[in-house]
């Protein structure tokens, strides 16, 4: 099963991207082409994502903290994508720890 985007339009200012089947890695560039090409709101819907590897969560969670609403989220891609949020914090602290540590 393959990647599908299907892009949808509510008014003028929202966007939202439908997302079906699998997302892996060799997905993220097409999906993170089509979000770099929109302005405004824009949502993920991914009702109908049954797979999804690595590379996307790590998308998806970017994604989510620059804004993006992702919608109709399967419980364990959500859990998944906190877990990925949290560890990229958790790593952000930790390299600014040891980077004011030098400095001082």
Same mark, same amino acid.
């Given at each position: 099963?393959?990647?599908?985007?299907?892009?949808?339009?509510?008014?003028?200012?929202?966007?939202?991207?439908?997302?079906?089947? /699998?997302?892996? /890695?060799?997905?993220?560039?097409?999906?993170?082409?089509?979000?770099?090409?929109?302005?405004?709101?824009?949502?993920?819907?991914?009702?109908?994502?049954?797979?999804?590897?690595?590379?996307?969560?790590?998308?998806?969670?970017?994604?989510?903290?620059?804004?993006?609403?992702?919608?109709?989220?399967?419980?364990?891609?959500?859990?998944?994508?906190?877990? /990925?949020?949290?560890?990229?914090?958790?790593?952000? /602290?930790?390299?600014?720890?040891?980077?004011?540590?030098?400095?001082?």
């Amino acid at each position: 099963m393959t990647c599908r985007i299907e892009r949808r339009v509510f008014a003028k200012d929202l966007l939202i991207l439908d997302i079906s089947g /699998e997302i892996t /890695e060799q997905d993220v560039d097409t999906l993170r082409a089509s979000l770099a090409q929109e302005s405004g709101l824009v949502a993920i819907d991914l009702k109908d994502v049954l797979i999804v590897d690595r590379e996307a969560i790590k998308l998806l969670a970017i994604c989510e903290s620059n804004g993006v609403e992702i919608r109709n989220c399967p419980a364990y891609i959500r859990e998944w994508v906190t877990r /990925e949020k949290v560890g990229r914090k958790t790593s952000e /602290e930790r390299k600014r720890r040891r980077e004011g540590a030098r400095d001082a």
